[in-house]
């Protein structure tokens, strides 16, 4: 079965094919990055028009580039939310236009079901049950994973987001959107930590797997401020020390998460999942102790189409084994910008 994918949550435009036998077939994606950098942000209109002109563009690409047909596709997989609306819009009209068109079923997927799943694109995949940390612009949460859409929340941030953490951080230090990549690349200066440059460990031992960022950000924002004219060094030194502070916390968390379910295998995705510190320290602490880490590519950590494809096809192949009807669809649609990922069922 030949599933094809559209993602359009958020400020990247992304198309896949996933054959149920064969795999991903290929992937495109259109990132809005430049065009936001100038607002420091996503600007939600500007967003939903840009997905508008590449949504069809990307899909004959990705077509193209598996050697295959629209008359190939078995079944079309969509980003319902959350995400932004307008944006949301985009990829599902398409999604159930395409799919009325040709008369296959449409299969509605959650985003973060999509981040969930994506390592499980890479070779040798964990089986389940595992523990996920996943770690976006908009979540961190680590879950435990039964299976396909059984999700158990074991921990959730209080405040913000690991990602949007990230991205605040940044924007205090200067630097553009989206915050994560340049703050990273700015810690890579510095070998070894400053330690007059100190920032808290928020909820390190708080006993239970929440997470809280938002101090840590206050905190970076008085050291800001304590440093008026501050050099690039004390800058890097700044980044270098809030990238320790939330990789610690968040390998602490995933060990306890771990230890507290008895489970053996970790998969960490979303965005944050992109970052090498966090990466290279987790699996160090993990490997020490007999636990199996997993990511996806670093590329598939970021939004993608791939992961939605993928989820479709994981979908499909559960409601088949459950000889559930998909030829009686119907091809309205609506989106759901804000949705939580415990309300998924199995299909
Ligand atoms: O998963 P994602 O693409 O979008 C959401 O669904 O939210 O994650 C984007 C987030 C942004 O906050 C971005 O700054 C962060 O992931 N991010 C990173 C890195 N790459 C992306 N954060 C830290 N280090 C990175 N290398
Ligand atoms: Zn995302």
Redesign the pocket.
């Given at each position: 079965m030949l599933v094809l994918g559209i993602e359009s949550s958020?400020d990247e435009t992304g198309v896949a094919l996933y054959d149920t036998s064969a795999g991903l077939l290929s992937h495109t994606l259109h990132s809005q990055v430049d065009m936001h950098a100038d607002y420091g942000g996503v600007v939600p209109e500007l967003a939903s028009r840009d997905h508008i002109r590449r949504v069809l563009p990307l899909t004959q690409a990705a077509l193209d580039k598996a050697g295959m047909t629209l008359k190939d596709v078995d079944a079309i997989a969509y980003t319902q939310g959350p995400g932004l609306a307008g944006a949301l819009l985009v990829g599902t009209s398409i999604a159930q236009s395409l799919a009325f068109a040709l008369g296959v079923p449409s299969i509605a997927i959650h985003?973060l079901e999509g981040?969930l799943l994506a390592p499980l694109l890479e070779e040798n995949p964990p089986a389940f049950p595992f523990v996920a940390l996943l770690v976006?612009?908009?979540h961190s949460q680590l879950m435990r994973v039964d299976g396909i859409g059984q999700y158990q929340l074991l921990g959730d941030t209080l405040d913000d987001a690991a990602?949007?953490a990230?991205?605040k951080t940044a924007k205090l230090l200067g630097l553009g959107y989206?915050?994560?990549?340049q703050?990273?690349k700015l810690a890579s200066q510095v070998k070894q930590g400053n330690p007059q440059i100190k920032l808290p460990r928020p909820m390190l031992h708080s006993g239970d797997l929440d997470f809280s960022f938002s101090g840590l950000k206050t905190a970076v924002l008085t050291l800001v401020n304590a440093h008026p004219n501050m050099s690039e060094t004390t800058r890097a030194e700044i980044a270098w020390e809030f990238q320790e502070s939330v990789t610690e916390i968040l390998t602490a968390k995933c060990l306890a998460a771990l230890k507290q379910t008895k489970l053996k295998n970790l998969i960490v995705s979303?965005?944050?999942g992109?970052?090498l510190r966090l990466r290279e320290r987790l699996s160090q602490e993990a490997q020490q102790r007999g636990f199996g880490v997993r990511y996806p590519r670093l590329e598939f950590?970021?939004?993608n189409g791939a992961m939605i494809a993928f989820a479709g096809a994981l979908r499909l192949e559960t409601m088949r084994l459950k000889a559930k009807q998909m030829d009686t669809q119907d091809y309205g649609f609506s989106v759901r910008p804000r949705w939580d990922l415990a309300e998924l069922q199995a299909s």
């Amino acid at each position: 079965m030949l599933v094809l994918g559209i993602e359009s949550s958020c400020d990247e435009t992304g198309v896949a094919l996933y054959d149920t036998s064969a795999g991903l077939l290929s992937h495109t994606l259109h990132s809005q990055v430049d065009m936001h950098a100038d607002y420091g942000g996503v600007v939600p209109e500007l967003a939903s028009r840009d997905h508008i002109r590449r949504v069809l563009p990307l899909t004959q690409a990705a077509l193209d580039k598996a050697g295959m047909t629209l008359k190939d596709v078995d079944a079309i997989a969509y980003t319902q939310g959350p995400g932004l609306a307008g944006a949301l819009l985009v990829g599902t009209s398409i999604a159930q236009s395409l799919a009325f068109a040709l008369g296959v079923p449409s299969i509605a997927i959650h985003h973060l079901e999509g981040h969930l799943l994506a390592p499980l694109l890479e070779e040798n995949p964990p089986a389940f049950p595992f523990v996920a940390l996943l770690v976006s612009g908009g979540h961190s949460q680590l879950m435990r994973v039964d299976g396909i859409g059984q999700y158990q929340l074991l921990g959730d941030t209080l405040d913000d987001a690991a990602g949007e953490a990230f991205d605040k951080t940044a924007k205090l230090l200067g630097l553009g959107y989206p915050g994560g990549p340049q703050l990273a690349k700015l810690a890579s200066q510095v070998k070894q930590g400053n330690p007059q440059i100190k920032l808290p460990r928020p909820m390190l031992h708080s006993g239970d797997l929440d997470f809280s960022f938002s101090g840590l950000k206050t905190a970076v924002l008085t050291l800001v401020n304590a440093h008026p004219n501050m050099s690039e060094t004390t800058r890097a030194e700044i980044a270098w020390e809030f990238q320790e502070s939330v990789t610690e916390i968040l390998t602490a968390k995933c060990l306890a998460a771990l230890k507290q379910t008895k489970l053996k295998n970790l998969i960490v995705s979303g965005g944050v999942g992109a970052n090498l510190r966090l990466r290279e320290r987790l699996s160090q602490e993990a490997q020490q102790r007999g636990f199996g880490v997993r990511y996806p590519r670093l590329e598939f950590c970021t939004d993608n189409g791939a992961m939605i494809a993928f989820a479709g096809a994981l979908r499909l192949e559960t409601m088949r084994l459950k000889a559930k009807q998909m030829d009686t669809q119907d091809y309205g649609f609506s989106v759901r910008p804000r949705w939580d990922l415990a309300e998924l069922q199995a299909s």
